[in-house]
């Protein structure tokens, strides 16, 4: 090889040096869900968090597996670690998309509230469909989904997600399956049937929700004497718009949020040390002073108020009859659940 042909290699070599050195050297992303949350996250994670001297910045997303395969699979993923619900979770676990988690880099298996625990993902965030309803309105206040579904004792209308997803959990709970027998009773013909056959049962008075801010606005207008709602959304009507909604947590059900790491970051220890920082129980505890989520840490309970605690999923008495939302079963159900609901949905129309 002449000398002009190695000036030409070497040249090469460092500019492709150079670009490899560029994409280690960016500084950490981590995305979540922007919003009040996010707000929270900032104050009790992300800011403490560079403060301990690893630079990072964070973005928001509304979710999505397609957005993350597109990220790993193009070869030019921005992003290192994202918050995800469940059902992305499971999808992109099983499409490789995310790293096998090191589970002794973040404190270990046992420091985590079990369900929280995958090897894709550790949960961040507990978060519950509750029953709300208006203190002011109920003097008598219901004590179960049967009570939700009691039209005599409880005359007025009813507000439901519109789906079958945590619809026909509900109304098999009301009718007398114990929470932790749902989802076998609903892999069955016969406990899909006996759920819409409870639905039927207050049918004419059913009013349907489509997006989380809707639930605590029926109750406020007084268009439902009850409805099912994200915990976190009575506990922030009740702080900043003064309401004096109820909440009950019998029967609830929860989902978790967990933290990813996208397959093939550069940038992979120091999303390590993002999740150890996240996850101890010193940190995670100060996050229920801003937002009512519950949180993962087993030992983080005991740090949180107990005046706050009693208002977040994850307080024992709280969690004691919930169920959680069986991801599983909904990805190889839900297609035909819904194709069925939507039917029935339409038919009370």
Same mark, same amino acid.
């Given at each position: ?272 040390? $993002? ?53 599983? $079963? ?20």
């Amino acid at each position: 090889m002449d000398v002009k042909k190695l000036v030409l290699a070497a040249a090469a070599a460092a500019i492709v040096g150079s670009v490899s050195m560029a994409a280690q050297a960016r500084d950490l992303s981590v995305v979540s869900w922007g919003g009040d949350y996010q707000a929270a996250q900032k104050k009790v994670y992300f800011e403490p968090f560079t403060a301990t001297g690893t630079p990072m910045v964070d973005e928001s997303w509304d979710g999505g597996i397609g957005v993350l395969r597109a990220k790993v699979e193009g070869g030019n993923a921005t992003w290192d670690v994202v918050q995800v619900e469940s059902d992305e979770l499971a999808m992109g676990c099983e499409e490789g998309l995310y790293e096998t988690l090191d589970y002794s880099k973040i404190g270990g298996e046992k420091a985590y509230m079990p369900e929280s625990v995958n090897k894709c993902g550790i949960g961040a965030i507990v978060y519950n469909f509750v029953l709300g309803y208006d203190k002011d309105k109920l003097k008598d206040a219901p004590k179960s989904w049967a009570d939700f579904f009691d039209l005599k004792k409880y005359p007025g209308k009813r507000g439901l997600r519109n789906g079958p997803k945590t619809t026909l959990e509900i109304a098999l709970i009301a009718d007398g399956v114990a929470p932790k027998d749902v989802y076998k009773v609903l892999a069955t013909e016969d406990g899909v049937n006996r759920a819409f056959k409870k639905l039927d049962s207050i049918r004419d008075n059913l009013v349907f929700w489509k997006a989380g801010a809707q639930p605590p606005q029926l109750l406020a207008s007084g268009e439902v004497a009850m409805t099912s709602v994200y915990n976190g959304r009575v506990d922030a009507a009740n702080i900043k718009d003064h309401r004096n909604f109820g909440i009950v947590w019998d029967g609830s059900l929860f989902t978790i949020d967990s933290w990813v790491i996208l397959k093939g970051t550069p940038n992979k220890d120091a999303a390590y040390k $993002f999740l150890d920082f996240v996850g101890k129980a010193d940190n995670q505890a100060k996050l229920p002073t801003y937002i009512a989520y519950g949180v993962t840490n087993v030992d983080a309970n005991a740090k949180i108020d107990q005046a706050r605690l009693k208002d977040l999923p994850t307080a024992k008495e709280n969690i004691a009859n919930a169920v959680q939302i069986n991801t599983e $079963f909904w990805l190889e159900n839900g297609d035909r659940l819904t194709e069925r609901f939507n039917k029935w949905a339409a038919a009370k129309n």
